[in-house]
């Protein structure tokens, strides 16, 4: 059984995620998984990806990635894209994120974001005003 | 102190890596460790990769990734590349992956692979010639 | 003024669009734009680009392509992309692709797209099928 | 018979730059030509490319873009990558890239970059040091 999550799109896989063996590149369900966040945040949390990188200086780098890759994908497939949040830190969250077509897993992804200033790189709190919103997302709720 | 490689090609970080944060997109670091695989069957294990693939019709997806970013890199940045075969399985074999600038880790990477028949995508033996080329850059010598 | 198309559909600039300039990096309006055709053929012609090249064995090259960007995208803008045919031959099409905000053209495009056969990558004349869907979407009505 | 041009670079074509087609996906061409003009800029003209866009604030973006694919790469292939100056303008400058395989083109390419300041996006005059650095490579000599 596949995992359904609390923030989920669909997507159609396309011959540009493709490779010569006719499947997903991996490294093109990095660029996905990076595309889904990024509508998580503008969409779910209600933040503008674009205003958080350009007005507000405030990158989410990945700090760590750990990928499953349990079936292939073809061109063409529909999957389902999904995430929930597993931990909230002081300065970095810590997501579950899954592709599955019905009920079958594609993939499963455990991914650390960081939340930094993009003018020194460095690691600062998770803004307040996200920080209410991603606790939304969390499996467990929040107590 | 960063981890010296027995497989290690240079590589100059690009604009074509990197994101508006200024920082490489870390999937194009998932684009970048493909391409060292691929020139290590082909330099290094004396299979061309292309001939793999291509006439032998043999793959090898990716099944699971461990990535940890320990520090950014920047577009000009001249770093180096590597690979350690840590296990040799029946069908698989885990490698480890490691990116430093001079003595900097910038990235440690854990993948397993495995051999697959680009007919039916499904796993097969580790072919004969490639098993004793790859013992040979497994972190203790086979016993 | 912008040109509309008879095919159109709206993306978001994303984040792994741009570059570290901040703005979208070119070769990603190509990855677009092979999407923007990719879509065409499968939701407008009728035919689904998988299947196509799957069973069918039939790809779609592009031979020319001759691009003016006019003015820059950023991440976060909200474009449309859409295309018109502007010439179908025996073996190949011409389209006009153009992606614009609002009024604003961001850029036009002419692609010559040939018909092959995937397993000689030779040119085969247009199938019959996709020749009328196509000429659908010409922009003067074939007499 | 291929062009041979002013500054040249080898290039194996690999897996990732190839589509379930088995050959080159084209718009991972117009990567490899920006990966070119990189070179270019830093090891021909002297200026560190990282140094022109990051220290001098300096972009190079493409305005304008004709290609032509002459016959198909496929993955394993080693092919020639190299340009000449057509033009130097004002604030623009039009390279003529080519790739051939021996004596084969692969592709041929005619691109405008314009000189920009990253901080307006506006067009400025090329700057002193490189202007003369470009005009080495024009394909008649200066008068």
Redesign the interface.
């Known amino acids: 059984m596949a995992t359904v999550h609390p923030f989920e799109r669909p997507l159609r896989i396309?011959?540009?995620h493709?490779?010569?063996?006719?499947?997903v590149?991996?490294?093109?369900y990095?660029?996905m998984i990076?595309?889904l966040v990024?509508d998580w945040v503008s969409d779910a949390l209600g933040v503008?990806?674009?205003?958080l990188?350009?007005r507000r200086r405030t990158?989410m780098?990945?700090?760590?990635?750990?990928?499953?890759?349990t079936a292939?994908s073809?061109?063409?497939d529909d999957v389902m894209l999904g995430l929930t949040v597993e931990r909230v830190g002081g300065k970095s969250i810590t997501l579950q994120i899954g592709c599955r077509r019905g009920d079958e897993q594609r993939m499963v992804i455990r991914q650390v974001l960081v939340f930094t200033s993009?003018d020194t790189?460095r690691a600062i709190d998770i803004p307040t005003d996200l920080r209410s919103a991603i606790e939304r997302f969390t499996s467990k709720a929040p107590t």
């Open positions: 396309r011959f540009a493709c490779d010569p063996a006719g499947i590149f991996f490294p093109q990095l660029v990076n595309n990024e503008p990806y674009a205003d990188l350009g990158g780098p990945t700090v760590s990635l750990h990928c499953e890759f292939i073809r061109m063409g993009l790189h």
